[in-house]
């Protein structure tokens, strides 16, 4: 199975900082790399796939990039409402696998 | 707008048999298009994906349960179901169905989720 390995696993920020997370993937997997975001409570919500397309409706802050095994989510300026946990997720092969997540909280 | 609908007994004794189902409306769970899937989440805890089913019946199980579970669909019902034997505490989570789509030979990511039904494993 591709393990996907998140850092780091929780970030303290402060609203307007940017934020980034990273992914790596133990084995290439080109860019079939999706990351979700989080709230307690709630389903996970898609926000990029293939590794850097925006899904329809999530912010433009928002941004993915990468290829390979190494892979980053990108947050420019962080809103009150993006507080929450992050995961990516490789659907390049099964078995489907997902990192172990990056909480991001309030500095 | 197509939704999924989770249910579950909510508790379940070990050794026994946990069933739930998901269901699909607004939309055909019959649609070429899509696969569906089950992911879990243990409290505190992250994503596993469980394993997911087409229309037609092909499925695909992650390893670590493969010889426990079993997922279906009924058209008829436009329902999806998981059945996961010889239930453990360490099966104590949050149980969500969810769409991925097709992409020529392969697949998408799951892009629509449901709410999640919480399933405790106790005696």
């Known amino acids: 199975a591709i393990q996907l390995t998140q850092s780091p696993s929780s970030l303290s920020a402060s609203v307007g900082d940017r934020v980034t997370i990273t992914c790596r993937a133990s084995?290439?997997?080109?860019?079939?790399l999706a990351w979700y975001q989080q709230k307690p409570g709630k389903a996970p919500e898609l926000l990029i796939y293939?590794?850097?397309t925006l899904q329809s409706g999530v912010p433009s802050r928002f941004s993915g990039s990468g290829s390979g095994t190494d892979f980053t989510l990108t947050i420019s300026s962080l809103q009150p409402e993006d507080f929450a946990t992050y995961y990516c997720?490789?659907?390049?092969?099964?078995?489907?696998?997902f990192g172990g997540g990056t909480k991001v909280e309030i500095k | 707008q197509l939704q999924l609908q989770e249910l579950g007994p909510g508790l379940v004794k070990p050794p026994e048999t946990l069933s739930l189902t998901c269901t699909v409306s607004?939309?055909?769970?019959?649609?070429?298009?899509?696969?569906w899937g089950w992911i879990r989440q243990p409290p505190g805890k992250g994503l596993e994906w469980a394993g997911s089913?087409?229309?037609?019946?092909?499925?695909y199980y992650n390893p670590s349960l493969n010889s426990r579970l079993t997922i279906s669909v009924d058209t008829s019902k436009n329902q999806l179901s998981l059945k996961l034997t010889s239930v453990t505490a360490a099966d104590t989570a949050v149980y969500y169905c969810?769409?991925?789509?097709?992409?020529?030979?392969?697949?998408?990511?799951?892009?629509?989720w449901g709410q999640g039904t919480l399933v405790t494993v106790s005696s």
């Open positions: 969810a769409r991925k789509g097709r992409r020529g030979s392969g697949i998408l990511p799951f892009d629509l």
């Open positions: 607004g939309g055909s769970i019959s649609n070429a298009a899509y696969y």
């Open positions: 089913i087409y229309y037609s019946g092909s499925t």
């Open positions: 084995q290439a997997i080109a860019g079939v």
């Open positions: 293939d590794a850097s």
């Open positions: 997720h490789q659907f390049k092969s099964y078995p489907l696998t």
